[in-house]
């Protein structure tokens, strides 16, 4: 197994998760949109159903921040806000349906990172979201 603190190692750890960046960018400007705005998508897209709080920590950020974030998705209809049956103050966010979507369909195939959730992950009546599909 290599020395995770050999430099070259290190340093190519750094290449590869700049250039992952790089080209999350890119799929996202060609949407229209920022990489916090697609990264919102694709956490949504593999677990529907989660709260602001908990796609905050997900993606490191301040729930304020993935407030506005979805805001903006919000209003491109790309997200919607769903009241949480079990706790009127939680908001759960979901993809919206496919036909009122504004995005262009070949967004759902941009990415080949993002495949269905696995049963464990979907959200069914009366069961939370499960952090270990995210």
Same mark, same amino acid.
């Given at each position: 197994?290599?020395?995770?603190?050999?430099?070259?190692?290190? *340093?190519?750890?750094?290449? &590869?998760?700049?250039?992952?960046?790089?080209?999350?960018?890119? =799929?996202?400007?060609?949407?229209?949109?920022?990489?916090?705005?697609?990264? *919102?998508?694709?956490?949504? =897209?593999?677990?529907?159903?989660?709260?602001?709080?908990?796609?905050?920590? *997900?993606?490191? &950020?301040?729930? *304020?921040?993935?407030?506005?974030? &979805?805001?903006?998705?919000?209003?491109?209809?790309? &997200?919607?806000?769903?009241?949480?049956?079990?706790?009127? =103050?939680?908001?759960?966010?979901?993809? #919206? @349906?496919?036909?009122?979507?504004?995005?262009?369909?070949? #967004?759902? !195939?941009? !990415?080949? !990172?993002? @495949?269905?959730?696995?049963?464990?992950?979907?959200?069914?009546?009366?069961?939370?979201? !499960?952090?270990?599909?995210?």
């Amino acid at each position: 197994m290599p020395d995770l603190h050999e430099p070259n190692l290190l *340093i190519l750890l750094n290449d &590869v998760a700049r250039l992952i960046r790089t080209q999350a960018d890119r =799929r996202a400007r060609a949407h229209g949109m920022t990489r916090a705005q697609w990264m *919102i998508l694709v956490r949504l =897209r593999r677990c529907g159903g989660m709260t602001q709080r908990e796609l905050a920590e *997900i993606l490191e &950020v301040e729930p *304020i921040t993935v407030g506005r974030l &979805v805001d903006r998705l919000a209003a491109r209809k790309l &997200v919607e806000r769903r009241a949480d049956p079990a706790d009127r =103050r939680v908001w759960r966010l979901h993809l #919206t @349906p496919p036909p009122t979507r504004s995005w262009p369909k070949s #967004t759902g !195939s941009a !990415s080949p !990172s993002m @495949p269905k959730p696995p049963p464990a992950c979907r959200p069914s009546a009366g069961r939370r979201w !499960s952090r270990r599909c995210c």
